[in-house]
């Protein structure tokens, strides 16, 4: 009986601890989509307004755990060049580049 006790006890953290890893992504996500909008509507002329959202998803969809972060601490300094420069390195990815044709962006149009 003790054991059981133990590996609910055990399953009820894990799952806690699981459902605040996915708010706290979920939260980064957000913010980083703040930040890499933002930058595709000042720096990346080519992309239509009404295609912004699809192609800001595109972005993120095909960013690391790491590139999520730098994005959404952008969302708080501020986008810089070295916000630009990830977002181009992101969409320089074929999986990205498909995405975005998926999307309906047919050119990618840089700064």
């Known amino acids: 009986m003790m054991i059981r006790t133990i590996a609910f006890s055990a399953l009820v953290a894990l799952t806690a601890c699981e459902e605040t890893t996915r708010a706290v992504d979920d939260a980064a996500r957000r913010s980083a989509k703040l930040a890499v909008s ?21 972005v993120i969809d095909n960013a690391s755990a ?8 952008d969302a708080v300094i501020g986008v ?9 390195t992101v969409l320089e990815r074929p999986e990205t580049q498909q995405c975005v044709v998926r999307a309906g962006v047919n050119a990618l149009g840089t700064a």
């Open 38 to 58: 933002e930058t595709v509507l000042t720096r990346f002329p080519a992309v239509p307004k009404e295609l912004v959202t699809p192609f800001t998803d595109c």
């Open 66 to 73: 790491s590139e999520i972060g730098a994005f959404a601490r």
């Open 80 to 88: 810089s060049e070295n916000t630009a420069t990830l977002v181009r």
